[in-house]
């Protein structure tokens, strides 16, 4: 059996948290930025003080596309990245609204979320009112899988509106989460990230794409061992989170048994006018489950199907 050149004791430098540093609470600019400048923010963010460490790793290999958008763009943005995902290029998409009403230390949560609501509404099959409160904007996407090589659908393609006020501790929506510099929606597949995660360590542990992987059990270990790393980054990022968390009004830690974390908003929501706490399953149980499939495909010749993989927060009680 061949050996697996994949270190599983500590996430690679792409992974590692950042200095913490302190946020601007005020903008930086008194009147409006140019869209350029919108942008340069935006990159100075998720290079130095991001702390989604998978985030982070995508924007640094040039996968993580960043656009300055607008209500009437919005549907071409997602054209875009459809195009980019198929490519091969591009793992998860920022759209940035350059909106001076919502600068830092202007407006408030609620404001910012009704904001991103209507302007996202064009690729949204319910109305605004129902986005910023509490309904997902979930988008299936056909692609090629990463490990499997085969066409399936992904059915978790999830938007999530951040605005620079969730880090405001007065504000009855803190939550720092989603805390962004500028007024913004992250879209993203879970099930895909996890599946470009495995298809670029397959690169390096085995020298080649998993499904030209002949040896089963080599294959098996391979992908277990993928979980339990995407699992410590998991881990890591949530535990960044918790730490510049004022937590006594937003909770967020992961739960004792490893398995879940906790986080004052549903998942997949697209926004939330009211906050509740929810239990999310980290890696250690919704990447078996993902893998589950893969192994189902290559070992038992069944249809690869990435659609039903990705589970909806479990609410735990009013907070």
Known sequence: MATLNLDTRRPPAAFREPAIKQRETRCPYSGAMSDGQALQTVHDWM????????????????????????????????????????????????????????????????????????????????PARDLQNGAPLTTSMRLTCPVTNQLTVYDDFECIAFCPQS?????????????????????????????????????????????????????????????????????????????VT????????????????????KDPAFAEMEKEVHSHELPTVYGYRIIDRWLEYFDDDKPYRANGLARDGIPTGSM
Not at 91 to 97: D, E, R
Not at 116 to 121: G, R
Not at 247 to 261: A, F, M, R, S
Request: glycine fraction near 4%; include cysteine; aromatic fraction near 10%.
């Open 47 to 126: 290079r130095g003080a991001l702390h989604c460490a998978a985030g982070r790793r995508e924007f640094n290999r040039g996968r993580y596309m960043i656009e300055i958008a607008s209500r009437k763009t919005v549907p071409l943005i997602l054209d875009r990245f459809q195009e980019r995902l198929e490519n091969g290029d591009a793992t998860a998409c920022l759209y940035v609204f350059n909106e001076p009403a919502l600068y830092p230390g202007r407006a408030d949560v609620a404001a910012a979320f009704g904001y991103l609501a209507k302007q996202m509404e064009p690729i949204s099959s319910l």
């Open 167 to 243: 880090d405001n501790r007065e504000d009855p929506l803190y939550d720092p989460l989603l805390f962004a510099p500028l007024p913004a929606v992250n879209m993203s597949s879970d099930v895909f990230a996890f599946s470009r995660f495995v298809a670029d360590s397959a690169l390096t542990a085995l020298g080649k794409p998993v499904y030209q992987e002949e040896d089963a059990e080599v294959r098996k270990v391979f992908l277990k061992k993928c979980v339990e790393r995407w699992h410590r980054v998991a881990v890591s990022i949530i535990n960044a989170f918790e730490r």
């Open 246 to 265: 004022d937590t006594k009004l937003c909770p967020v830690h992961i739960t004792d048994d490893g398995k879940y974390w906790i986080a004052a908003h």
